[in-house]
């Protein structure tokens, strides 16, 4: 697991930083009917679509009840997607074509689900509790990254995904609202804040999935973190004293 977090690591390095960090591509879902999907009306929203029209971001309240920060998204399985801490998902551009080469199949904006598809930016290295500005009114604040299901597996039509996912270690982000406002495609994205701790996307998802072990080093992010992954931190300690 070490190894292959290298390596997406070591993608981004050799990468060269555009100046200007941006919104290359904004994606709304519909419900719609599908074979392989958990929802008990067998909906999904995953197969979201480009739109070049400003859509309105803002915080959807409580996982459960509410779905996407996005107006005009869908999202269908509120047990385990949406609310005020899973409001927006966004996947860097640079992480799909790596995808794309590994799958040798084109991949679009949107492909996994995504709302957010970014340019110049490394998503899966952001901290949580970064903050964004997107466009001139809408900021953003990373909380965790995104853990994949039978949904994401059979919507790709990739067999062994959620395990290929899962070992790449380069999950996207998930993000609550902090200022709402309108986005658009192409819209620049700012970094308009940084904690000062080291726990990133990247080892959030690590921690949560393959190795718990981890789990303590989440705690400095405290609050910002994902509401649910700072439980299991904080269980794990109490477990695992000394």
């Known amino acids: 697991m070490g190894a292959v977090a290298n390596n997406v690591a070591h993608l981004w390095d050799g990468l060269v930083y555009r100046a200007v960090m941006k919104l290359l591509s904004l994606n709304l879902g519909r419900a719609t009917a599908v ?3 958990e929802q008990p009306e067998g909906v999904t929203g995953i197969d979201k679509r480009p739109t070049d029209a400003p859509v309105r971001v803002s915080a959807p309240g409580p996982k459960g009840v509410a779905g996407s920060g996005l107006a005009g998204d869908a999202v269908c399985h509120r047990r385990h997607h949406g ?3 899973q409001a927006v998902y966004a996947v860097a551009r640079e992480d799909l074509d790596d995808w794309e080469r590994e799958l040798g199949r084109p991949l679009a904006s949107g492909s996994f689900g995504e709302n957010l598809t970014t340019l110049g930016v490394d ?3 952001a901290l949580i509790g970064e903050r964004w500005r997107i466009g001139s009114e809408v900021v953003l604040e990373v909380t965790c990254g995104r853990i994949p299901c039978r949904t994401f597996q059979d919507h790709l039509g990739e067999r062994g995904w959620v395990k290929r996912f899962t070992v790449k270690g380069a999950p996207g982000a998930y993000l609550r609202v902090i200022e709402p ?3 658009q495609a ?3 994205i700012e970094i308009v804040h940084r904690p000062d ?3 990133t996307v990247a080892l ?3 921690a949560v999935t393959t190795e718990r072990e981890l789990l303590p080093r989440l705690l400095p992010a405290g609050e910002a973190l994902h509401p649910e ?3 299991q931190a904080r269980k794990y300690v109490a477990e695992h004293p000394g």
């Open 35 to 37: 074979p392989y999907t």
């Open 83 to 85: 609310g005020d801490d």
């Open 123 to 125: 998503v899966s290295g």
């Open 181 to 183: 406002g309108e986005i």
């Open 186 to 188: 192409g819209d620049a």
């Open 197 to 199: 701790h080291d726990v």
């Open 204 to 206: 959030q998802f690590r």
């Open 229 to 231: 992954s700072l439980v």
